[in-house]
T-cell receptor, first 118, second 113 residues
Framework: DSGVTQTPKHLITATGQRVTLRCSPRSGDLSVYWYQQSLDQGLQFLIQYYNGEERAKGNILERFSAQQFPDLHSELNLSSLELGDSALYFC?????????????????FGPGTRLLVL | DAKTTQPNSMESNEEEPVHLPCNHSTISGTDYIHWYRQLPSQGPEYVIHGLTSNVNNRMASLAIAEDRKSSTLILHRATLRDAAVYYCILRDVLWGSQGNLIFGKGTKLSVKP
């Protein structure tokens, strides 16, 4: 158990819909990262938040957005869903800010949310 | 971040040692070498990391070549539970670099009973 929790575990929805994925980081971790894992693209970084502020962006679509709340949990919002958005979505947390100050930073991953868009 | 090259797949027998190679010929002096693994239907989990010297922990050992252009993750006695995809990832310490992990395709390790 990594200490990172994600809900829901599974989500089935239709094209055009909007969903929200939730992540609670490990106690004490200030950084939250979101990753998408699909069969053809592998694990791809989407976005990072540190202590409530967006810190880095990766291959995140404009239809996707995220935020980190004062209690440090994070939500990933996916809208206007397409079939191709079906994937596993992982959240990871770490203590460090990810500003490159610590190359030894370890990230702890949650169990993921499996999204199926029909 | 510099790129890494790993074999697509490897096979091992249970209770035998496994050596998982990783090439990173363009590694910079500030890059740490990290290994993560992803068990079936789970999120990735940290295994080990190092900079220049060999490292040991309860999960594995990491052997780093003297020129740092390659490294090897060593599982001393493979168990069925070690069947996973293993990712070798470089992370640098330079100010301003992003903190996200860049995953390649990794090595899928199969363990036979």
């Amino acid at each position: 158990d990594s200490g990172v929790t994600q809900t829901p575990k599974h989500l089935i929805t239709a094209t055009g819909q909007r969903v929200t994925l939730r992540c609670s980081p490990r106690s004490g971790d200030l950084s939250v990262y979101w990753y998408q894992q699909s069969l053809d693209q592998g694990l791809q970084f989407l976005i990072q938040y540190y202590n409530g502020e967006e810190r880095a962006k990766g291959n995140i679509l404009e239809r996707f957005s995220a935020q980190q709340f004062p209690d440090l949990h994070s939500e990933l919002n996916l809208s206007s869903l397409e079939l191709g958005d079906s994937a596993l979505y992982f959240c990871a947390s770490s203590v460090a800010s990810g500003q490159g100050a610590d190359g030894q930073e370890t990230q702890y991953f949650g169990p993921g949310t499996r999204l199926l868009v029909l | 971040d510099a790129k890494t090259t790993q074999p697509n797949s490897m096979e091992s027998n249970e209770e035998e040692p496994v050596h998982l190679p990783c090439n990173h010929s363009t590694i910079s002096g500030t890059d740490y070498i990290h290994w993560y693994r992803q068990l079936p239907s789970q999120g990735p989990e940290y295994v080990i990391h190092g900079l220049t010297s060999n490292v040991n922990n309860r999960m594995a050992s990491l052997a780093i070549a003297e020129d740092r252009k390659s490294s090897t993750l060593i599982l001393h006695r493979a168990t069925l539970r070690d069947a996973a995809v293993y990712y070798c990832i470089l992370r640098d310490v330079l100010w301003g670099s992003q903190g996200n992990l860049i995953f390649g395709k990794g090595t899928k390790l199969s363990v036979k009973p």
